[in-house]
């Protein structure tokens, strides 16, 4: 049974415009997320991540909303440029000494 | 400081083969974690460990054997290979188990 889900396979967004990837979770326990940017032959690189007691976390482009009570989180990308085009993961974790849960990613590709 | 490494980069097998792969972090880091991505299945934990010495299973760990004798290595082993396990693998570590930070992954092909 799926923890993180992340519904959309891929997602085509014109360059400058905005760029919305989402994830939903079951687990009620988890209090923190993270989302990860994978490019092809490489490993997954951090990217932002929130914390539960926030519902909002900004940097720079990439801004991460949280809505708890829907068990939802979504990254949102602006504006987003070629060099954004990438496999996107969400991740989370509970408290305790659990590693990440992963979802299964969301391709990127930012038309020019 | 070369973050984490893994090696090798490419390998290729034949059913009923051994090998091992060695994940390296010069982090000082505690945790330590293999995963392997398949087309469509995301990042599946094979297995981890919290510290030197110990291991525990992941969600896929059947085929597999890990050892964390000292607290920057962290092996995958494979005793008998099969092609289902031909996958990336990647390797990833961290300070206290939120943000990991990954390996560049090794492409196995078991034939």
């Known amino acids: 049974d799926q923890q993180v889900k992340q519904n959309s396979p891929s997602l085509s967004v014109q360059e400058g415009r905005i760029s919305i990837l989402n994830c939903d979770y079951t687990n009620s326990m988890f209090d923190y997320f993270l989302w990860y940017k994978k490019y092809p032959a490489e490993g997954p690189t951090f990217l932002i991540s929130?914390?539960?007691?926030?519902d909002k976390n900004e940097d720079g482009r990439f801004t991460v909303f949280l809505n708890k009570s829907a068990k939802h989180l979504s990254l949102h990308i602006v504006p987003s440029q070629p060099g954004d085009s990438a496999v996107y993961f969400c991740a989370a974790r509970d408290s305790g000494n659990t590693p990440l849960v992963f979802g299964k990613g969301t391709r990127l590709s930012v038309i020019a | 400081n070369a973050g984490v490494t893994q090696t090798p980069k490419f390998r290729v097998l034949k059913t009923g083969q051994s090998m091992t792969l060695l994940c390296a972090q010069d982090m000082n880091h505690e945790y330590m974690y293999w995963y392997r991505q398949d087309p469509g299945m995301g990042l599946r934990l094979i297995h981890y460990?919290?510290?030197?010495?110990?291991?525990a299973k992941g969600e896929v760990p059947d085929g597999y054997n890990v050892s964390r004798l000292k607290k920057q290595n962290f092996l995958l082993g494979l005793e008998s290979a099969a092609p289902s396990q031909t996958s990336v693998y990647f390797c990833?570590?961290?300070?206290?188990?939120?943000?990991?930070?990954f390996g560049p992954g090794t492409r196995l092909t078991v034939l």
């Open positions: 929130i914390s539960s007691i926030k």
């Open positions: 460990s919290v510290g030197e010495g110990t291991t």
């Open positions: 990833a570590s961290s300070l206290r188990g939120n943000e990991q930070f």
